[in-house]
């Protein structure tokens, strides 16, 4: 039991991890991160991989750690409201999919697909109260665009993506929630690469942006 405790919790730190590496693939643009969605991802496959518990505080966390560490997502109100959206995704994907495990990729898809419309509702709700305590209003047009309109292609790619990498380990002889070990170290060792690559990536790509900012401030 401790041994599998102590698994999960390195799996969520990677999640984690990839919840802040991943955005930087958007360069730091607004629009093209709300179009992707790239902080979902990482946080509907921890609530699937390790559990409710674990996708819950991955989700929460994950926004609000990477506004305060790159200032994006800004706090109020995207990083808060994201906060309770993805906290929403991680929690009721790893309800469901507890229960459907056995149903195997459609087990995965009705987890995915209750997930996605429960954190949208939440953020809904999330954006019309943090709004309101500013005296601004959330509309349904602003609701419909953030929700759906503007994130078709970041919906379409965890619709895609997602069941995926949760069938490649059982195809390859393991079940990733039933413990087979094959099948977990080939997810663990899928993020692990993709994380280092991602951070190897993002740090080559920022170097100049960060020197420019250097010499301008030097400059002024």
């Known amino acids: 039991m401790k041994n599998q405790n102590t698994k999960k919790l390195a799996y969520a730190a990677l999640f984690l991890a990839l919840?802040?590496?991943?955005?930087?693939l958007t360069g730091q643009i607004?629009?093209?991160?709300?179009?992707?969605?790239?902080?979902?991802?990482?946080?509907?496959?921890?609530?699937l991989v390790c559990g409710w518990q674990y996708g819950a505080v991955v989700g929460f966390v994950a926004p609000l750690l990477r506004s305060v560490l790159f200032g994006m997502p800004p706090m109020y109100p995207v990083a808060i409201a994201m906060a309770f959206e993805l906290l929403t995704y991680g929690l009721v994907i790893g309800l469901v999919y507890r229960r459907l495990a056995q149903r195997g990729v459609a087990g995965v898809?009705?987890?995915?697909?209750?997930?996605?419309?429960?954190?949208?509702?939440?953020?809904g709700v999330a954006e019309v109260v943090l709004l309101g305590l500013g005296g601004k209003a959330f509309t349904a047009h602003a609701f419909l665009a953030g929700a759906l309109l503007n994130a078709v292609p970041g919906i379409i790619m965890q619709l895609v993506l997602i069941p995926?990498?949760?069938?490649?380990?059982?195809?390859a002889g393991a079940v990733i929630r039933g413990g087979g070990r094959g099948g977990k170290r080939s997810l663990f060792a899928l993020c692990s690469c993709t994380t280092v690559h991602f951070l190897q990536y993002s740090n080559k790509n920022r170097r100049p942006y960060l020197r420019k900012r250097k010499q301008k401030s030097l400059q002024g």
């Open 19 to 24: 919840c802040l590496v991943l955005p930087m």
């Open 30 to 47: 607004p629009q093209i991160g709300s179009m992707l969605l790239p902080m979902h991802i990482p946080v509907l496959l921890c609530g």
């Open 109 to 123: 898809y009705a987890a995915l697909v209750t997930a996605m419309v429960a954190g949208r509702l939440v953020w």
């Open 164 to 171: 995926a990498v949760m069938a490649a380990p059982q195809k």
